[in-house]
């Protein structure tokens, strides 16, 4: 094997590594109370975070709000990603993750599962990479602690 390619190799390996980190720290984040003072600083300028049945959010002022009403929404959670599928093209990342966690929702202190999957794309800003778009679509499901998921649809 060439010295290029072997670099090309390693370079790529970083870079999943590294969008696995900011993957990591966005789960901190969130477990952070929701903090949307950090949040706004891991997504690209014209960011964008999607949730199917939660809504969108566009650009760091829009992202930093919808993070003050998860907070207000929700007492603890603890985010858990497993699974990575990450392809690198150069300066732009493609990624699926698949999420399972429990929350506690203030109203009503109300403990729930969650599953679903992450689509994500990604950008690499001043050497850095940082989420471009996050969007949250199923399969998943949102089940009552109690209940158990075997009782949704």
């Not at 670099?7 to 720290?25: G, P, S, V, Y």
């Not at 493609?94 to 969650?114: E, H, L, S």
């Not at 794309?121 to 989420?131: H, N």
């Amino acid at each position: 094997m060439d010295l290029e390619a072997l670099n090309a190799r390693i370079t790529r390996m970083e870079d999943i590594e590294a969008i696995k980190q900011l993957k990591a720290l966005y789960c901190e984040i969130c477990d952070d109370d929701h903090n949307p003072d950090r949040i706004v600083e891991i997504f690209t300028e014209d960011g964008i975070w999607e949730g199917r049945g939660i809504g969108t959010a566009q650009g760091r002022e829009e992202i930093r709000a919808l993070f003050e009403r998860f907070r207000d929404m929700m007492s603890f959670s603890q985010h858990m990603t497993m699974n990575p599928r990450i392809d690198v093209d150069g300066d732009t990342a493609r990624g699926t993750w698949y999420f399972f966690g429990p929350f506690t929702f203030r109203a009503d202190n109300q403990a729930k599962w969650q599953a679903t999957r992450y689509h994500e794309e990604y950008a690499r800003v001043d050497g850095a990479w940082q989420i471009k778009h996050l969007k949250i679509r199923g399969p998943g499901f949102s089940a009552d602690y109690d209940k158990g998921w075997a009782a949704t649809d």
